[in-house]
């Protein structure tokens, strides 16, 4: 018996050993346990979680309700008790800077802006502010009587003779140089009548320079064209016989482009034959026709120049009386004091009746 035992055990092992190394190797692995991977760990923990909690929730299955507290849910409570949301009131005080923000958006009034003068007056205060209105035209023109013979002189001279000419006015801004112009037209309108024609036209008031031919032909010519149409009549015109005109063009220095075409077509106008035109020139800088303009176009507007030089206190201070026209409202003290004033700062009349007004 024990033989037999010996062999079967012997057939054993040699069967074992006959086995391939493949299979032995197979079996070895699977015996051995496998690393625990990261989602494994991960689940594993996740469900003893949930575990624990069913084992509390167990436990609270056996505590009264009355004994529990209620979650907190997301949701909108909808009992009558909960607190109403506040609603912004509509009187609330704005805080001091929205209310400077407000005040910043106000526009500052122009000093020199013309506006039409008050209804008439119930005071002599009222008078005495409404003479010296910007808007308010004086009889008389003091402390430039000197230009305005001169500029009267030429244009008589040209008017009479029915020829051309030009002449270029220049002046710091508030010196009367429109103002004096004006005045002179007043007198040969009431001297000649309507023996010429009189055209004026301020460059500030165009939006670009070769608008000047359109609105020029509107007045002169009653003509409502573009640029280049009206130039074509204008340079027609002057070559026919016509009566005698005077074009004045204030704040010249705004039709000064980078070509400087339309002040030389301007000019060549007075070089027409048959050509009656005469041509005032305003504009604040002196040197302008040297400085700005080219050599042709300084050329045609000749040699003929004046210049206004700035009010000083005297002159200001008499400039005022005028207006007050021996109104006692102001203390003359008061005025000199104004007038002084400005004459230091520039000299303006506009501004000592703007200030003298207030």
């Not at 594993?44 to 009355?66: A, C, F, H, Q, R």
């Not at 529990?68 to 805080?95: E, F, G, I, Y």
């Not at 003779?161 to 508030?174: A, E, H, R």
């Not at 036209?201 to 000047?212: D, G, V």
Request: glycine share 2%; net charge positive.
């Amino acid at each position: 018996m024990s033989e037999q035992r010996l062999s079967s055990r012997s057939s054993k092992s040699r069967l074992s050993t006959n086995k391939p190394s493949t299979e032995v190797t197979s079996e070895l692995i699977s015996k051995k346990k496998a690393p625990t991977k990261y989602w494994e760990w991960v689940s594993s923990s996740e469900d003893e979680e949930e575990k624990e909690e069913n084992t509390i929730i167990g436990d609270l299955d056996s505590v009264p309700v009355e004994n529990l507290r209620p979650r907190c849910s997301k949701a909108k409570p909808t009992s009558s008790t909960s607190t109403p949301s506040r609603k912004p009131s509509s009187s609330s005080v704005s805080t001091p800077t929205s209310q400077a923000k407000k005040s910043t958006l106000t526009l500052t009034p122009t000093l020199h802006k013309r506006q039409d003068a008050p209804a008439t007056p119930s005071t002599p205060l009222q008078e005495a502010r409404n003479n010296l209105h910007l808007s308010k035209v004086p009889e008389s023109l003091p402390c430039r009587e000197a230009e305005f013979q001169s500029i009267y002189r030429f244009l008589l001279s040209k008017l009479s003779q029915s020829t051309t000419g030009c002449m270029y006015i220049s002046g710091v801004p508030g010196t009367g140089k429109t103002a004096t112009v004006h005045a002179v037209m007043r007198k040969l309108k009431l001297e000649m009548g309507n023996k010429f024609v009189y055209v004026e036209m301020n460059a500030l008031s165009i939006p670009e320079p070769k608008r000047a031919y359109s609105k020029i032909a509107e007045v002169l010519l009653n003509l409502d064209a573009p640029p280049e149409q009206a130039k074509a009549s204008l340079e027609r015109h002057f070559t026919r016989p016509h009566a005698p005109c005077v074009l004045l063009i204030d704040e010249l220095d705004y039709l000064c482009n980078k070509r400087q075409d339309v002040i030389y077509n301007i000019l060549e106008l007075l070089n027409k034959p048959k050509s009656k035109l005469i041509i005032l020139c305003i504009a604040n800088t002196m040197d302008l026709p040297e400085r700005t303009l080219k050599g042709k176009v300084s050329s045609r507007m000749g040699l003929t120049r004046l210049m206004f030089r700035p009010y000083d206190h005297h002159q200001l201070q008499e400039i005022v009386q005028n207006r007050l026209n021996n109104n006692k409202c102001f203390h003359a003290d008061a005025v000199q004091l104004v007038a002084r004033k400005v004459a230091a700062v520039s000299g303006d009349h506009l501004l000592c009746l703007c200030i003298a007004g207030k």
